[in-house]
């Protein structure tokens, strides 16, 4: 009992304050939501192959994540070697379209839509790749007859009933690489996102079959070693593709959970017998944060506080001390709430603690979670939580200081009208070398201090670099208010604000004063 209680109250103490934190107003604070297409998952839905509806499905997920919060999402665009968008390189999803290589039909590019509905709610888009899944299931996938399995098929290995690359042919690397670039090049995305996904977990009794590779490749490395180089192979050729097309583009990963174990090494989290990244999928994450490869680490901590194996609150107590000054964004498990067999998701508060209790850390930046369709059912109540208490207000996704801080001008001011109780404002950047993101709306009362690091008088986000306009209903008791526009880089620097006053006169009437 006397072991016990000091870490109980540790658990408590950080519970309370992180309670204190979650009622604080966080101004800038990732907070997304996977959205997997992989066997159609959340979207689209199973044998949904109508663009139409297809559209519409994604437009309901979207405003529900704006309702609930949310400033990003990150979606599965290549989920299996193919392709949620026209590519070069490899055949439409046949969980698009019902079978690999057919395009939609009315045609229409499925991820110029989803950016472009994404940041029309001032929300990030992440293009979430599979890098080595080849094959979902070798006996009842559908492959079109120009797939990369069919042109190239000594780059591929056969392990369970799934097809893989295998990581260590420096064809498949730069392959692979190509792919990312394209889009990356093409499309407006915020950042590239990996999941767990390197070498495959482990099928019992079963070797990953790359041994002729290890023959050809292995260098005098032990097999371990020569796995993990490969993998450390590609996430380094990766950044350099990414930052080499556009520096402003993200690169992030979601590991599983655990990176090692305590008793395979001191460095190792607190955790017993659990699947490990460096151990069993040969991903060394913490080299990728030191060498400064990638730009954020998501760990898929799925379980709940206090749970045998691999508790959260140990892990992420980890996390925050091993982020080497990148962005950490917890993963949560906001499926198992759906789950009636984990006793340990059967406590409403669960979401709630996890969040107050991430909100504890300075090293933490906010949260993903996993997966959309789970939000449709708002599992004890969570969405109302986010939605009302810990995602109350807005938020900005955090900047990344090292990546290019350089202040946005500001933005141009183009019109200013009332009509009917809602003002509208057309705003434009002004002439800069620096790519802009989009802009910001403020809203302060009468008396108000004009404080721009409270997020409650965030009234919008819009992201885009051309002309935007700004609708806001006006609060019908006011009879002055000042509005305020900022320009936000990709990096989510603001510009200085541009400020608008609006006032009623002796008729009663709306005019508006602008105030440089």
Same mark, same amino acid.
């Given at each position: 009992?006397?072991?016990?209680?000091?870490?109980?109250?540790?658990?408590?103490?950080?519970?309370?304050?992180?309670?204190?934190?979650? @009622?604080?107003?966080?101004?800038?604070?990732?907070?997304?939501?996977?959205?997997?297409?992989?066997?159609?998952?959340?979207?689209? !839905?199973?044998?949904?192959?109508? #663009?139409?509806?297809?559209?519409?499905?994604?437009?309901?997920?979207?405003?529900?994540?704006?309702?609930?919060?949310?400033?990003?999402?990150?979606?599965?665009?290549?989920?299996?070697?193919?392709?949620?968008? #026209?590519?070069?390189?490899?055949?439409?999803?046949?969980?698009?379209?019902?079978?690999?290589?057919?395009?939609?039909?009315?045609?229409?590019?499925?991820?110029?839509?989803?950016?472009?509905?994404?940041?029309?709610?001032?929300?990030?888009?992440?293009?979430?790749?599979?890098?080595?899944?080849?094959?979902?299931?070798?006996?009842?996938?559908?492959?079109?007859?120009?797939?990369?399995?069919?042109?190239?098929?000594? =780059?591929?290995?056969?392990?369970?009933?799934?097809?893989?690359?295998?990581?260590?042919?420096?064809?498949?690397?730069?392959?692979?690489?190509?792919?990312?670039?394209?889009?990356?090049?093409?499309?407006?995305?915020?950042?590239?996102?990996?999941?767990?996904?390197? *070498?495959? *977990?482990?099928?019992?009794?079963?070797?990953?079959?790359?041994? !002729?590779?290890?023959?050809? *490749?292995?260098?005098?490395?032990?097999?371990?070693?020569?796995?993990?180089?490969?993998?450390?192979?590609?996430?380094?050729?990766?950044?350099?593709?990414?930052? @080499?097309?556009?520096? =402003?583009?993200?690169?992030?990963?979601?590991?599983?959970?655990?990176?090692?174990?305590?008793?395979?090494?001191?460095?190792? +989290?607190?955790?017993?017998?659990? %699947?490990?990244?460096?151990?069993?999928?040969?991903?060394?994450? %913490?080299?990728?944060?030191?060498?400064?490869?990638?730009?954020?680490?998501?760990?898929?901590?799925?379980?709940?506080?206090?749970?045998?194996?691999?508790? /959260?609150?140990?892990?992420?107590?980890?996390?925050?001390?091993?982020? /080497?000054?990148?962005?950490?964004?917890?993963?949560?498990?906001?499926?198992?709430?759906?789950?009636?067999?984990?006793?340990? =998701?059967?406590?409403?508060?669960?979401?709630?603690?996890?969040?107050? %209790?991430?909100? +504890?850390?300075?090293?933490?930046?906010? !949260?993903?979670?996993?997966?959309?369709?789970?939000?449709?059912? &708002?599992?004890?109540?969570?969405?109302? +939580?986010?939605?009302?208490?810990?995602?109350?207000?807005?938020?900005?996704?955090?900047?990344?200081?090292?990546?290019? $801080?350089?202040?946005?001008?500001?933005?141009?001011?183009?019109?200013?009208?009332? &009509?009917?109780?809602?003002?509208?404002?057309?705003?434009?950047? %002004?002439?800069?070398?620096?790519?802009?993101?989009?802009?910001?709306? /403020?809203?302060?009362?009468?008396?108000?201090?004009?404080?721009?690091?409270?997020?409650?008088?965030?009234?919008?986000?819009?992201?885009?670099?051309?002309?935007?306009?700004?609708?806001?209903?006006?609060?019908?008791? +006011?009879?002055?208010?000042?509005?305020?526009? $900022?320009?936000?880089?990709?990096?989510?620097?603001?510009?200085?604000?541009?400020?608008?006053?609006?006032?009623?006169?002796?008729? &009663?009437?709306?005019?508006?004063?602008?105030? @440089?």
């Amino acid at each position: 009992m006397q072991k016990i209680f000091p870490v109980l109250f540790v658990i408590v103490f950080f519970l309370f304050v992180g309670y204190l934190n979650g @009622q604080s107003l966080q101004k800038y604070e990732m907070r997304a939501a996977w959205i997997a297409t992989v066997d159609n998952i959340d979207w689209p !839905s199973k044998g949904n192959y109508d #663009p139409e509806r297809q559209k519409k499905e994604f437009i309901d997920l979207l405003d529900l994540h704006c309702r609930n919060g949310m400033n990003a999402v990150v979606v599965q665009v290549r989920p299996a070697t193919d392709a949620f968008y #026209p590519s070069p390189f490899e055949p439409w999803s046949e969980w698009l379209t019902g079978k690999q290589g057919k395009a939609p039909s009315p045609y229409y590019d499925p991820l110029q839509f989803m950016i472009e509905e994404t940041h029309k709610r001032g929300m990030e888009f992440h293009a979430w790749f599979n890098p080595y899944r080849a094959v979902l299931n070798i006996r009842s996938s559908s492959i079109a007859p120009d797939h990369i399995t069919r042109k190239k098929p000594e =780059w591929f290995v056969v392990y369970g009933d799934r097809k893989y690359f295998d990581p260590a042919h420096p064809e498949v690397r730069k392959h692979v690489a190509e792919v990312i670039r394209d889009v990356v090049r093409r499309y407006d995305i915020d950042a590239v996102h990996f999941d767990d996904y390197f *070498y495959p *977990y482990k099928i019992p009794g079963k070797e990953f079959p790359d041994y !002729s590779s290890f023959k050809k *490749y292995g260098n005098g490395m032990n097999r371990d070693e020569w796995r993990r180089s490969n993998v450390d192979s590609i996430i380094r050729m990766l950044h350099d593709v990414i930052k @080499q097309e556009k520096p =402003w583009v993200k690169f992030g990963i979601s590991p599983f959970g655990v990176w090692r174990n305590k008793d395979k090494d001191p460095a190792g +989290s607190a955790t017993v017998g659990a %699947l490990a990244n460096y151990d069993d999928l040969y991903a060394d994450i %913490l080299l990728w944060l030191k060498n400064g490869w990638i730009d954020y680490v998501a760990p898929q901590l799925y379980w709940e506080i206090g749970h045998r194996v691999a508790a /959260y609150e140990i892990l992420i107590d980890w996390w925050a001390q091993n982020s /080497y000054g990148k962005h950490l964004y917890i993963g949560h498990g906001y499926y198992r709430g759906t789950e009636k067999n984990s006793p340990g =998701w059967r406590n409403p508060s669960q979401i709630p603690d996890q969040i107050n %209790l991430l909100r +504890s850390y300075a090293t933490v930046n906010g !949260s993903m979670y996993f997966s959309s369709k789970s939000f449709l059912s &708002n599992p004890f109540g969570w969405n109302d +939580s986010l939605r009302y208490t810990y995602y109350k207000h807005p938020a900005i996704v955090p900047v990344m200081p090292w990546m290019n $801080t350089d202040q946005p001008a500001e933005p141009s001011v183009e019109s200013v009208a009332v &009509n009917q109780g809602k003002l509208n404002i057309m705003v434009k950047r %002004l002439p800069q070398n620096q790519p802009v993101r989009g802009f910001v709306l /403020y809203r302060f009362n009468e008396g108000d201090s004009l404080d721009f690091n409270n997020p409650s008088h965030i009234r919008k986000k819009i992201f885009g670099s051309g002309t935007i306009i700004f609708e806001d209903e006006i609060p019908p008791l +006011s009879d002055e208010l000042i509005y305020a526009v $900022t320009t936000i880089s990709y990096n989510s620097v603001e510009s200085e604000p541009i400020q608008i006053r609006i006032r009623k006169n002796e008729e &009663n009437i709306w005019t508006v004063e602008p105030n @440089q």
